[in-house]
């Protein structure tokens, strides 16, 4: 378990961590989630002892990451930044973290084989891909066997089969009774992954619910509706309380009144509809729509390209 | 890549206790120092050249003999060891100056002090380890060397000036190039955890060791002599001399004293500054 209270952490002026208090739950997917420069690195960073808090507390299990004695046997992380001698071997940057726990070898070649790292083991870690080099993340994260894991971005660089298997890793991790905390900047990717959801914003908190309840509360229900007498129904459906905005493929799109009601004041009319389809607003929408007024890099223009965006590949994105 | 991961087995019990802990740190340390081949290659390359450069040196001395002045005649056979040793040294201070240095400073170069930190959160004991491993090595190493280039200089300046290892303080002194130079690793490795980025501790610690302090000398003054005398690395390799030369201050083992207490200051330093600093 990991609770974090009151936690805050400044870098001059800018306020990176505000107050934030959460508790993350064993057995389950914990997802954190926020735009990019939400402070949720920061927010890891303090609990793994990285970073000194201005105020407030991180603990795991009840004790501050830095009072751990062997703490990748209990506490397993996968930072964003690299962490790793670019003229050391995989085998023997996993060798070194080992030696520090006690652990045997053996441990390390189980963990090359778990990961899918024996062929590039013997190679230097500066020459490997974005790909590879998550890979050896996140063997140094699964050497100590920890009950909790800590994931920064874990999918970014890989591709989609490492994406669906680092999926599945942490669902079965979790199901084992393992706590795993994992941050994203992808809605989606958090909708198919996480059973609960803490989202920030400008280091402050904005919800602390399950994933599901998230995504009821923030989709905004709308219907599309399309007919060859369009101004009639944008004035019988204006009448009854709808609220009426023209799509620019000539299709209504209404909200504030359900599907049913819109087809029966049509049939009252004598309306002819060739569309009527209720539309739940995407998750990426919704998400954007929650974390508006606290996105610390917007940019003017909508839909142009957020310049801090990660390289996060397509594929991230399943709908 | 395998689709399932039901084979993590628990791992084994772990022993406790504080010295079977810092041990375990020797350990990786001790791995991290050998699996990066630029290590092995630079001290293999320190003792090549040094033994080398001392060759060299002592040869062209002796050749050169009826041209070198007399006071220059009277210094070498005052303390041949001294000359002897103070050849190589040239090369190997700077060899282990640059080592020091990236032995902590690229931990943040690459980014692995992150690893190294969620590993042994517990910072001064870390950074102990890594001192003491990287410490034994040097002195290892520095004192082989220091036993080579004697072997080598002492046959080829016999018969200009004769020593051998039992004269008075001719022992100390080639131990005491060892010890000289594990203390300056120590010293550049502080230097390095302080300072962080590789090039800029680099070029801090070669601009003072071997540019700033030796031309303290030209201090005038009593005054002048006096920090002169206790500059970390000026006091530092009296050691390594058999005879004081007529300016020193100080005699080999309050120099060393000297360079010491300067390499536990920033130590100290390093230490109090890892514990405070986000990694």
């Known amino acids: ?319 | 890549m395998t689709a399932t991961m039901t084979d993590t087995k628990p791992a084994a019990p772990s022993g406790s206790g504080r010295s079977t802990t810092f041990s375990r740190l020797l350990l990786a340390e001790w791995t991290k120092l050998r699996s990066v081949r630029s290590t092995v290659w630079s001290l293999l390359l320190l003792v090549v050249l040094t033994l080398g450069f001392t060759a060299l040196f002592t040869w062209l001395t002796v050749s050169q003999w009826d041209q070198s002045s007399k006071s220059q005649q009277q210094q070498f056979i005052n303390d041949p060891v001294g000359l002897i040793l103070g050849a190589g040294f040239q090369l190997s201070q700077l060899a282990i100056c640059v080592l020091g240095v990236m032995v902590m400073a690229s931990e943040y170069s690459t980014g692995m002090i992150r690893s190294s930190l969620l590993a042994v959160p517990k910072r001064t004991p870390m950074l102990l380890a890594k001192s003491v491993v990287f410490v034994a090595l040097v002195f290892v190493v520095g004192v082989l060397t220091a036993f080579g280039s004697f072997f080598i200089g002492a046959p080829i300046v016999h018969s200009k000036a004769a020593v051998a290892l039992g004269d008075p303080g001719v022992l100390r002194a080639v131990i005491g190039a060892g010890l000289y130079l594990a203390m300056l690793g120590l010293f550049a490795l502080a230097v390095g955890a302080i300072i962080r980025h590789v090039a800029g501790a680099i070029t801090g610690i070669i601009g003072f060791v071997l540019v700033l302090a030796p031309l303290a000398q030209l201090l005038p003054g009593n005054v002048g002599d006096h920090i002169h005398a206790y500059l970390p690395t000026e006091a530092g390799h009296l050691i390594a001399q058999s005879r004081p030369g007529p300016h020193d201050l100080l005699t080999p083992w309050q120099g060393f004293g000297v360079f010491s207490v300067w390499t536990a200051i920033l130590l100290a330093l390093a230490i109090w500054l890892l514990n405070r600093r986000d990694a």
């Open chain 1, 1 to 319: 378990m990991i609770e974090v209270r009151d936690l805050s952490k400044s870098y001059g002026d800018k306020r990176a961590v505000d107050h934030l208090s959460f508790t993350i739950e064993p057995g389950k997917v914990t997802g954190f989630l926020g735009p990019n420069g939400a402070g949720k690195s920061t927010t890891m960073r303090m609990i793994l002892g990285l970073d000194r808090p201005d105020g407030g507390t991180a603990t795991i299990a009840g004790r501050p990451y830095r009072d751990l004695s062997e703490p990748l046997r209990m506490v397993g992380a996968l930072l964003e930044a690299r962490a790793v001698h670019s003229g050391r071997t995989a085998y023997n940057h996993l060798l070194v973290l080992a030696q520090t726990q006690g652990l045997a070898r053996k441990r390390v070649d189980e963990v090359i084989d778990l990961i899918g790292l024996r062929e590039a083991a013997n190679k230097r870690a500066g020459g490997f891909s974005l790909g590879m080099g998550q890979r050896l993340g996140l063997a140094a994260a699964m050497l100590g066997d920890p009950q909790v894991l800590i994931l920064d971005e874990p999918v970014n660089g890989l591709d989609p089969e490492g994406i669906h298997w680092i999926r599945n890793l942490m669902k079965e991790l979790a199901t084992q009774g393992r706590t795993i905390f994992v941050s994203s900047h992808l809605m989606n990717e958090m909708a198919v992954t996480a059973d609960h959801l803490i989202v920030i914003g400008r280091g402050q908190l904005i919800a602390d619910c399950p994933t599901h309840e998230f995504i009821a509360r923030s989709s905004e229900k709308s219907v599309r509706v399309a007919g060859p007498d369009l101004t009639r129904l944008e004035q019988i459906i204006s009448a009854e309380g709808g609220k009426v905005t023209a799509g620019t493929d000539g299709a209504l799109t209404v909200s504030d009144l359900e599907a049913p009601r819109i087809g029966e004041l049509a049939a009252r009319e004598g309306l002819v509809l060739h569309e009527l389809t209720p539309q739940l607003a995407s998750l990426e929408e919704a998400f954007m729509e929650l974390t508006r007024g606290s996105v610390e890099y917007g940019t003017q223009a909508q839909g142009a390209a957020d310049p801090n965006t990660k390289p996060a590949p397509a594929q991230a994105r399943p709908r």
